[in-house]
C-alpha cells in the first residue's frame, strides 16, 4: 500500500508526547512490511541541523490562507527503504522555540500554523509522483486535512484518497473563533453542527471527525469511553453517529528503543533471566538524584506531562500520605505550574525520600523506568498511555487507574492472579491510589510474589509489527470499500 501520514510530532525529529512515540513507530514498522510511506511533518527548528540528511526537495508551496498565500518549501530525508519523511518549511509558523506554545502559553497563530501545514499535506497528497492510496492524519493538528480533501475531491473533481484519522487525545481539539474557519478556505456549509462548527467556534477535530473516512483511537478501551458523555469532550454525540467508523488499536512499544540490555542510556543491562542489572540501576538512580541507596526500600517513579489528565492532583495528595511509609518516590515532568509548585515542595519537605526534576530528560526518562520498583500512573483519562508499557518490559510494577489503555494493558490480579503483572484501581481519589500503593508495599514485602509480577510484565509483548498489521487490516478496509464508509452527511 502507499500510504501517507501526517503529524505535527513525530520521533526521532520532535516530540512532546505519546503522539511522536507513535507516529515514527508506525511510520517505521509500516515501511519494513513492504509499503510505501511517506510522513509529513513540519521542519522545527534545528532539525536541518541535527539531521544533514535533510535535503531540499524541489517544491515551491504557495497556498492559500484565508484572503491571502502563504510561501513555504518541501525538504525531504530518506529515513529507511520505504519510508520517506517530508519536512513542511515555514519560517515564520515552525522556527520558534517550542511546538505548540511557550511558558505554558499557546501560540496565538496556532490555526495559521497548523491549517497552513493541513493544507501541505493535502497539496503532497495530491501531487506526490507516487500518489498516496490513502491519507493518515493524527490529531487535531492535521484534522482538517481530511475536510480539506473533501471539499478538493467534490468541488476540484481530484479523486482525493480516502483518509483516516486517528485521535490521540480527545481532550486537546483545536479550537479557534469563528473567523478563523476562513482560514481553511472551504464552502460555509461546513461550518455547522454536523462540521466543523463547535459551539459558535471552528473546531479542527471536528471537521475531522466529521469528514474522515475512518476513525481510529489509540486503545479499544477508550474508543468505547469517547462515546460517552464522562469522556467524549462534549464530541461524543458526534463520535456516537460515527460509531461504525470508529475503531481502537492499542499502540505499540518500539523495542528496540525501550530494552533493558545494550540501551545507551542505562549503564546496567538486565533481563527476566537476570535482574542483576535492575538492582545496580535503582543504586545509580537513587545516587543521580541525590537520594540514600537504600536497596530494601521500594523506589517509586513518574514520567510524565504535568496535566490534570495524569491525575496529578490525586498523586500529590497521596504521596504526602505515603512518603510517611518506608519508601521513595522519584518524577521527571514538566507542565502546570501548580503541579510543578507542588512537586518541588514535596521533595523539599522530604528531601531523603522523594526527588524530582523539573524537564524533558529522554535518558533519565530511560532510568526512571528501569530504576524503580513501581511506576506510578493515576491518570484521569488515558487514551492510550506508553510508560505503564515500558514499565511492564522494566520490570518495573506498574499501578495504574483503570481507564482507556491503561486498563487495556495492566493485568491485576484480580482479573487473573497468575497473568499478573500491575496493580490497578478504579475509583479517581486520593484514597482508592493510597490502597493502591500500600498494596505495592505489601507486594514489595513478598520478593517471590512481585518477581512473578515482574516476570509476567517483562514477558508481555507490545511489539508494533502486531500494531502495524492492525492498522494495515484497517487500510484494507478502507480501500477495499471506496465510498462505503464515507461520510455523506456534510
Ligand atoms: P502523553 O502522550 O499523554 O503525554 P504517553 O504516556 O502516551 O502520554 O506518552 C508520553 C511519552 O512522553 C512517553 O514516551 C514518556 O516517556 C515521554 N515523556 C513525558 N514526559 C517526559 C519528560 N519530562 N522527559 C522525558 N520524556 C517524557
Not at 520517506?84 to 499557546?106: A, C, N, S, W
Not at 478563523?180 to 466543523?196: E, H, I, T
Not at 499502540?251 to 538486565?270: F, I, Q, R
Not at 490497578?424 to 513478598?446: G, I, N
Request: charged share 25%.
Amino acid at each position: 500500500m502507499r500510504i501517507l501520514l501526517a503529524s505535527s510530532e513525530a520521533l526521532p525529529f520532535s516530540k512532546t508526547g505519546g503522539l511522536a512515540d507513535m507516529v515514527g513507530s508506525l511510520a517505521k514498522f509500516l515501511a519494513r512490511a513492504g509499503n510505501e510511506v511517506g510522513l509529513v511533518t513540519p521542519l522545527y527548528r534545528g532539525l536541518r541541523e541535527r539531521f544533514p540528511d535533510i535535503l531540499p526537495f524541489d517544491w515551491r508551496l504557495e497556498l492559500p490562507l484565508g484572503p491571502g498565500r502563504v510561501a513555504g518549501g518541501v525538504w525531504r530525508r530518506q529515513a529507511a527503504d520505504g519510508l520517506t519523511v517530508y519536512f513542511i518549511e515555514q519560517k515564520d509558523f515552525f522556527e520558534r522555540g517550542d511546538l505548540y506554545q511557550e511558558r505554558g502559553v499557546d501560540y496565538a497563530d496556532n490555526a495559521e500554523r497548523f491549517l497552513f501545514f493541513s493544507k501541505a499535506v493535502v497539496h503532497l497528497a495530491r501531487y506526490l509522483p507516487w500518489k498516496p492510496e490513502l491519507i493518515h492524519l493524527h490529531d487535531w493538528q492535521t484534522a482538517a486535512a481530511a475536510l480539506i480533501a473533501r471539499d478538493q475531491r467534490l468541488s476540484e473533481g481530484w479523486v482525493a484518497p480516502p483518509t483516516c484519522l486517528t485521535i490521540h487525545n480527545l481532550a486537546y481539539q483545536g479550537q479557534f473563533p469563528a473567523a478563523k474557519f476562513a482560514l481553511a478556505n472551504a464552502p460555509a456549509s461546513y461550518f455547522q453542527p454536523d462540521g466543523a462548527e463547535f459551539y459558535g467556534g471552528f473546531n479542527c477535530l471536528k471537521a475531522g471527525i466529521a469528514c474522515a473516512d475512518l476513525l481510529t483511537t489509540v486503545s479499544p478501551r477508550y474508543a468505547r469511553e469517547i462515546t460517552t458523555e464522562a469522556l467524549g469532550c462534549g464530541l461524543d454525540g458526534e463520535l456516537r453517529r460515527r460509531q461504525g467508523a470508529l475503531h481502537g488499536i492499542l499502540n505499540g512499544v518500539d523495542y528496540e528503543e525501550w530494552k533493558t540490555e545494550g540501551n545507551p542510556y542505562l549503564a546496567h543491562s538486565y533481563s527476566a533471566r537476570d535482574l542483576g542489572g535492575k538492582a545496580a540501576g535503582k543504586a545509580a538512580l537513587q545516587r543521580e538524584l541525590g537520594l540514600p541507596e537504600t536497596p530494601r526500600t521500594p523506589l517509586f517513579g513518574t514520567v510524565s506531562r504535568l496535566a490534570e489528565q495524569k491525575g496529578m492532583d490525586i498523586q500529590l495528595a497521596a504521596l504526602q500520605e505515603m512518603l510517611a511509609a518506608d519508601m521513595q518516590f522519584v518524577l521527571l515532568g514538566s507542565g502546570q505550574r501548580e503541579y510543578e509548585r507542588g512537586f518541588r515542595r514535596l521533595a523539599e519537605r522530604h528531601p531523603a525520600k522523594c526527588a524530582v526534576r523539573i524537564g524533558f530528560d529522554t535518558g533519565l526518562s530511560h532510568r526512571i523506568e528501569a530504576g524503580c520498583d513501581f511506576y506510578l500512573m493515576p491518570s484521569r483519562f488515558e487514551p492510550c498511555g506508553l510508560n505503564q508499557m515500558y514499565s511492564l518490559r522494566y520490570g518495573t510494577i506498574p499501578i495504574v487507574r483503570a481507564t482507556g489503555g491503561l486498563d487495556d494493558s495492566v493485568v491485576d490480579a484480580s482479573q487473573d492472579a497468575a497473568r499478573a503483572d500491575g496493580i490497578k484501581f478504579t475509583e479517581y481519589s486520593t484514597r482508592a491510589l493510597a490502597k493502591a500503593m500500600r498494596k505495592a508495599l505489601v507486594l514489595y514485602a513478598e520478593p517471590g510474589l512481585a518477581g512473578h509480577y515482574q516476570r509476567n510484565g517483562m514477558a508481555r509483548d507490545f511489539s508494533w509489527e502486531r500494531t502495524a498489521a492492525a492498522y494495515q487490516g484497517i487500510y484494507r478496509l478502507l480501500l477495499d470499500t471506496p465510498g462505503k464508509t464515507f461520510p455523506e452527511r456534510i
